[in-house]
């Protein structure tokens, strides 16, 4: 089944579950070697903090030919360069980087990487947030996408997707798309599942903001059986299918519903 031009990312080692992702397209496998200060930053949340390792990487990589490679790098640190090129040496296509605040990282990132492999960067700190125009100053980013797990954390906030109501987002892509860089953000539950912002919501929220990615999240690589999930996510491809066809009247109409969502959960 051809997938429309979101593209969707599934955070798994698991093999059954990446050949069933890689069978149907799903756009992006990561590897997600990302570690340090973590589990002090999410510990006490419910989220997913993965055990991923180098060797899943070339492990995963043989299993796929339709899916592209994904790996998540730590933040910026001494033993960055040796991390970068092993990533690369193990078949990376794409490499995102995490926590970074300042444009001097993001420099160093792009340095490393030295065109071998797509640069992700995962803004998800309220400096980064704060530094963008400087940030996207520097040539050789691809793509950016805007983590909320840890954004919202950092903006001391009660939920993730707050920030979708104050208007940070709009501020921060067209910014990113004067540029012409490609941008995302966020994860999505399953389709009629019970996320305090309904799947559905958030996927029009997606096209009316111009994104193009988006992280299938921990409802899909840990929560759902491995014999459910292709229906699983034909439901998520279906679904944007037919968003894709909404008018800019509809999508204004699920912006308010997004947002009434929100306020009932932070009130």
């Known amino acids: 089944m051809a997938i429309n031009e979101m593209e969707y990312i599934l955070i798994t080692n698991d093999t059954d579950k990446v050949k069933i ?3 149907i397209g799903i756009h992006r496998i990561m590897i997600d070697l990302e570690i340090m200060g973590k589990y002090e930053r999410q ?12 060797e899943d990487i070339t492990r995963i990589g043989k299993l796929i030919d339709k899916s592209k490679l994904m790996v998540r790098i730590n933040p910026i640190h001494e033993s960055s360069k040796a991390e970068v090129e092993e990533v690369i040496e193990r078949g990376a296509e794409i490499i995102m980087l995490p926590m970074f605040t300042t444009k001097r990282e993001v420099e160093e990132f792009i340095k490393l990487v030295d065109g071998r492999a797509t640069t ?11 530094r963008i125009d400087e940030i996207l100053e520097v040539e050789g ?3 950016i996408h ?3 797990n840890d954004l919202h954390l950092d903006l001391k ?11 940070l987002l709009e501020y ?7 540029k012409k860089i490609k941008y995302g953000f966020g994860g999505i539950a399953r389709i009629g599942g019970n996320a305090p912002l309904k799947s559905e919501v958030v996927l029009s929220e997606h096209k009316r903001l111009g994104s193009s990615m988006v992280i299938l999240s921990r409802d899909f690589s840990q929560k ?6 292709q229906e699983e996510f034909l439901k998520v491809i279906r679904k944007n299918t037919e968003i894709d066809t909404y008018t800019s009247e509809e999508l204004e109409i699920n912006k308010f519903i997004a947002m009434e969502m929100i306020h009932k959960v932070i009130n």
């Open 146 to 148: 805007v983590g909320l």
């Open 120 to 130: 992700c960067l995962l803004l998800e700190t309220a400096p980064a947030m704060v």
């Open 43 to 54: 510990g006490h949340i419910d989220t997913l903090i993965s055990s991923h390792s180098m």
């Open 21 to 23: 992702a890689n069978s």
């Open 224 to 229: 759902t059986p491995n014999d459910e999930l």
């Open 157 to 167: 906030l009660d939920f993730m997707f707050e920030i979708l109501s104050s208007g």
């Open 141 to 143: 980013i691809d793509e």
């Open 172 to 178: 921060i892509f067209n910014k990113i798309k004067s």
